[in-house]
């Protein structure tokens, strides 16, 4: 079989398919037929090296996080799920790998995949929900009535965020691009705002939760957004903004840790309806490497991209 796989950090030149021969699943594994995987911003941060003090430096490197599929084999200690069991998930960050026809990857990453959801849909969902439940609810502890600022609402995460903020019945205020404005309500925000123009003074000191899902707010205006005691989270942060996260007790930022009882709860909440992330296109493995390259330079799609197989 054939993987997508790079053969140092850098630029998306090194990104190629290339032949791939997978090894039995360990005992704690479940080695999985993929019927479709979602592009995330994490994926060339990971090859750009950007988390190379996590992903050390044996190459070649698989490519992808975000997986949906079907179960073929499992190891000696996997008692839950079997061959034919229909999953979502993701792989390691260290060990990436979900833009294959398989993969293998830890029983702890994975969760069943509800019958009702197609392949696609169950793909777009881990890396996003995750990234929102972790920082609103593990690290924010976004709680009934307060006010929270979403910086990207329009993108995957800041709709899960939305849709999280919502279900625990805070007030919602985004920063969307232009396009984005006109569905602010239809997003769920209280308030959109677009993000081309300054922050109105108005706002200053209104929220208990600044949330930058797109890591372009500036720690000024983070500082200025939240209310005393507030809190200013960061899923993409400088290296600045990582120093000021270790010297502040008002900043923190969040990697995607998406373990099952994480997911789970993502899960149970799109079930319910409450939560989904648009797809905007689906492709084909063979044209993922020029699609990378493309949103990595700056193409805009309103939802994700999910690679189907």
């Not at 996590?54 to 061959?83: N, Q």
């Not at 985004?174 to 006109?182: C, E, H, K, L």
Request: with cysteine.
């Amino acid at each position: 079989m054939e993987r997508l796989q790079y053969d140092s950090y850098g630029g998306t030149e090194s990104v190629r398919l290339a032949p791939f021969a997978m090894p039995k699943p360990k005992a704690d594994e479940v080695a999985v037929r993929v019927a479709a995987a979602s592009i995330n911003p994490m994926d060339w941060k990971l090859r750009r090296g950007d988390m190379r003090m996590f992903t050390g430096w044996k190459f070649p490197r698989a490519v992808g996080t975000d997986f949906a599929g079907t179960v073929e084999e499992v190891g000696s200690k996997v008692c839950d799920l079997k061959p034919g069991d229909p999953v979502l998930g993701t792989v390691s960050i260290k060990g990436s790998g979900a833009f294959a026809p398989r993969l293998i990857t830890r029983r702890d990453l994975v969760v069943e995949k509800p019958h009702t959801w197609s392949f696609i849909e169950a793909a777009s969902l881990p890396i996003a929900g995750v990234t929102a439940w972790l920082v609103l609810v593990i690290n924010a502890g976004l709680q009934r009535g307060q006010s929270l600022f979403i910086n990207g609402a329009g993108g995957a995460v800041g709709h899960a965020g939305i849709a999280i903020a919502r279900d625990i019945g805070a007030k919602v205020t985004g920063r969307v691009g232009p396009r984005s404005i006109a569905q602010g309500h239809d997003l769920g925000l209280s308030l959109a705002l677009d993000y081309t123009k300054p922050l109105p003074d108005a706002l200053d000191g209104s929220f208990d939760v600044v949330f930058d899902a797109h890591g372009s707010l500036s720690p000024r205006d983070g500082d200025r957004l939240i209310k005393r005691g507030g809190m200013v989270i960061d899923i993409a942060p400088t290296p600045y903004k990582f120093l000021l996260a270790l010297l502040s007790q008002s900043r923190k930022f969040v990697i995607a840790d998406v373990k099952a009882e994480y997911l789970q709860h993502v899960v149970d909440l799109a079930t319910a309806h409450k939560l989904a992330i648009p797809i905007a296109r689906t492709i084909a493995l063979a044209d993922a490497p020029a699609l990378l390259a493309s949103v990595e330079q700056g193409e805009r799609v309103d939802g994700k991209t999910v690679i189907a197989f």
